[in-house]
């Protein structure tokens, strides 16, 4: 089992900046790529960015440039650096794990308004 907590969501006006954090405990040492989905009010659940243990990424094209997905193997620990923000940008974003299947953390709200 591996258990995915989420923090840093919050309110922000339209241009700011946030950082989400996901912390993985449990099983970690079957972990392999981590990422960041999410979900908005009436919308399917999409993927925004992905990291290998390697350290390869993959992102959204929607988000390219604006956020960065970066990962702490000791600390067992990826981040979403989320700068440049849109009202669109606004949504729960889940923390999820790869190890065998899919772990996802409880969500995190991110709203983007003025």
């Known amino acids: 089992q591996v258990q995915l907590v989420e923090s840093g969501g919050g309110l922000v006006q339209p241009g700011g900046s946030l950082r989400l954090s996901c912390a993985a405990s449990?099983?970690?040492?079957?972990?392999?790529?981590m990422g960041w989905y999410r979900q908005a009010p009436g919308k399917q659940r999409e993927l925004v960015a992905t990291?290998?243990?390697?350290?390869?990424?993959n992102y959204a094209d929607s988000v390219k440039g604006r956020f960065t997905i970066s990962r702490d193997n000791a600390k067992n620990t990826v981040y979403l650096q989320m700068n440049s923000l849109k009202p669109e940008d606004t949504a729960v974003y889940y923390c999820?794990?790869?190890?065998?299947?899919?772990?996802w953390g409880q969500g995190t709200q991110v709203t983007v308004s003025s």
């Open positions: 990291i290998t243990v390697g350290g390869t990424t």
């Open positions: 999820e794990a790869s190890a065998g299947w899919p772990y």
């Open positions: 449990g099983s970690i040492s079957g972990i392999s790529t």
